[in-house]
């Protein structure tokens, strides 16, 4: 054989190399049948969800710290000995119950000595009077003694405020810390004995982008989760405070809100997520987060027609959250989207449809 008759033949085999690619690449790799007709594609196993109509908003989440709507120390005013503990820790108690005696022999004995004293300028005042009346006795003895009197009472009352002093009470209803005092314990003014707290109400500060505000009001509802807890420690508040000055550090703006605590589930401290809702789309047709999916074009989803089949259908998506999107346009409530399985289908491709969690790496 001649090298030109050699290199002939070896045209022609390349010729036909590449007319076997230019096919496979136009048959999508698909296997063919008998005859050369290509084989039936095989169906994808997919799971699915309907598209419905439900609420959905548009929501900004920050975190903070809860703080109780009211807390003091109890301290006693001035020096002295602690003489009785009159609660236990932890304990809930109501406005105005005693919790603490301080010893208060000095400042009783001293109630005393103001009480004997204002009796007896009393009586002398009233029989000034009475010989005044008679003309025995001036004017000015009588303003003397009405002066007298009136002293007398004011330091009766000021002796008898200071011993109640050393019964300290509850200023407010609320729950008990743990005391640092012991009976017997000799306390300086100011020195702590336990702290109360109103846990009926708690209170969140946190921070929110600036371009929030146009879109919050005080009492808008607040969302308030405590991370890792789920549903169950999740509680509704209310916006109660917009600080009216934005840091020009952060671009952010303060807010406060309020928030229940009927059961005391809540504690201060407690580290929280915030959600505010700037846009609630009460009836909106809404898929499954998993279903879009996005490319140049824009979304799209896989939506399965009465005979099995997944169409290719571009949407415009509205306000989404962590598991729906707001579909405005491309699909009509009852559509069928595929929620797993998308990434291995072409527009036209035959489907199996699974329920959910079962397996679908295979086809059938």
């Known amino acids: 054989m001649t090298r030109k008759s050699k290199a002939g ?28 007709m290509p ?8 799971e699915i969800a309907p598209v419905r ?11 903070g710290n809860l703080v109780a709507r009211r807390s003091v120390n109890i301290v006693p005013e001035g020096p002295g000995q602690v003489e009785e503990i ?40 009233r029989r000034t009077q009475s010989l005044e009346q008679q003309g025995l006795d001036s004017t000015y003895s009588l303003e003397q003694a009405q002066s007298r009197a009136a002293v007398s009472q004011a330091n009766l009352m000021i002796d008898q405020q200071k011993l109640q002093s050393f019964t300290l009470r509850a200023p407010f209803a609320g729950t008990l810390g743990t005391r640092v005092v012991d009976v017997g314990a000799f306390l300086n003014g100011g020195d702590k004995i336990v702290r109360l707290d109103d846990t009926s109400e708690l209170q969140i500060e946190f921070r929110m982008p600036s371009s929030v505000i146009p879109h919050v009001a ?10 890792g807890a789920g549903k169950s420690l999740a509680v ?21 809100a309020v928030v229940p605590n009927p059961r005391r589930r809540l504690h201060p401290g407690l580290f929280v997520r915030v959600s505010l809702d700037l846009a609630v789309h009460p009836h909106a047709l809404v898929v499954p987060a998993e279903a879009v999916m996005r490319d140049i074009g824009g979304a799209y989803v896989y939506v399965v027609d009465g005979n099995g089949i997944a169409r290719r259908r571009v949407i415009e998506t509205g306000l989404s959250n962590d598991r729906l999107v707001e579909a405005t346009s491309g699909l ?4 069928r989207v595929v929620t797993v399985g998308q990434f291995r289908l072409q527009d036209g491709d035959p489907v199996k449809i699974v329920a959910a969690g079962a397996p679908v790496n295979g086809s059938s």
């Open 86 to 125: 009159l609660f236990a820790d932890g304990q809930q108690v109501a406005a105005g119950t005693p919790l603490v005696v301080i010893n208060n022999r000095i400042a009783a004995a001293q109630v005393q000595a103001s009480r004997a004293q204002a009796a007896a300028d009393v009586q002398n005042l």
């Open 9 to 36: 033949i070896w045209v022609i085999l390349a010729v036909a190399l590449g007319a076997g690619l230019v096919y496979e690449h136009h048959s999508g790799g698909r296997s063919s049948g008998p005859a050369g």
């Open 39 to 46: 084989a039936a594609i095989a169906a994808v196993a997919v």
């Open 332 to 335: 009509e409530a009852g559509d």
């Open 236 to 256: 509704e508040g209310e916006l109660s405070f917009i600080d009216p000055a934005v840091s020009t550090d952060t671009r952010s703006v303060l807010l406060r």
């Open 218 to 227: 005080e009492g808008i509802p607040v969302h308030v989760t405590i991370p």
């Open 53 to 63: 109509h439900a609420a959905i908003a548009d929501s900004v989440t920050s975190y």
